[in-house]
């Protein structure tokens, strides 16, 4: 069975430093990988997926997520953040085949201060 | 991606009373719905698949019978919490899958969720 650990429940950060949130995943077969953003009260917006090919990925809003196979990471970056970056992050697998369910991490407030 | 709305955005109904939440696929056609439930400051948790025109299929834990999912057309599948209690209380998301022909099968897009509270 696939399963998703994000260490980090908040990370305090100020705004233009950069961050990383962290992102492990155990699986037996390969996995698809994903980072989804949550603002209050609303769903959850692809940031960035990693499927195959290059194993640095870049989303949108200045984010990027490096897959290591080695180390069952897929950590998330962003070498500058803003205030508007304060929100609710969750790393997502999935094994892919027919069901395609998403396996989710229990989340990290990133909490940029000013 | 796709966009998908959810109906009501908030809805208080009293214990022992039916809702209804709507999942609409505004501008794609889905084969395959998703319903999730979160608690406050937790993850979200899948609760059922639902596939167009056949019965959804539900995660280990979660009363069928209770929360009855109809997935009548390519666009619109619901969630209907049946006799609904306090501890029904929570956040409901829908998501759809995106499409093979697009190379985008293995995404899935939420909706903005659903706040319900019983009281």
């Known amino acids: 069975a696939q399963s998703v650990t994000q260490l980090d429940s908040q990370v305090p950060v100020f705004e233009e430093a950069p961050v990383e949130l962290r992102c492990n995943y155990s699986s037996s077969v390969s996995v698809y990988l994903f980072w989804y953003v949550q603002y209050p009260n609303q769903g959850l917006q692809l940031l960035l997926k990693?499927?195959?090919?290059?194993?640095l990925v870049k989303g949108i809003n200045g984010f990027e997520a490096e897959f290591n196979k080695s180390q069952t990471s897929f950590h998330l970056r962003k070498p500058s953040v803003h205030i508007s970056d304060t929100a609710e992050y969750f790393c997502?697998?999935?094994?892919?085949?027919?069901?395609?369910?998403?396996?989710f991490g229990t989340g990290t407030l990133l909490a940029v201060q000013p | 991606g796709a966009v998908v709305s959810q109906h009501p955005s908030r809805v208080i109904c009293k214990s022992g009373t039916s809702v209804k939440i709507e999942c609409r696929s505004l501008?794609?056609?889905?084969?395959?719905m998703f319903w999730y439930r979160q608690f406050p400051k937790q993850s979200l948790m899948l609760m059922a698949t639902s596939n167009e025109g056949s019965k959804a299929t539900y995660e280990q834990g979660v009363e069928k019978d209770k929360f009855l999912i109809n997935h009548a057309s390519l666009t619109l599948s619901t969630l209907t919490v049946t006799s609904a209690h306090p501890e029904d209380s929570s956040f409901y998301i829908c998501?759809?899958?995106?499409?093979?022909?697009?190379?985008?099968?293995?995404?899935?897009?939420f909706g903005p969720g659903t706040r319900l509270t019983v009281t």
């Open positions: 990693y499927l195959s090919g290059s194993t």
């Open positions: 501008d794609f056609q889905a084969t395959t």
């Open positions: 997502a697998v999935t094994p892919g085949g027919a069901t395609n369910k998403l396996i």
């Open positions: 998501s759809v899958r995106g499409d093979r022909t697009s190379g985008s099968s293995y995404e899935q897009y």
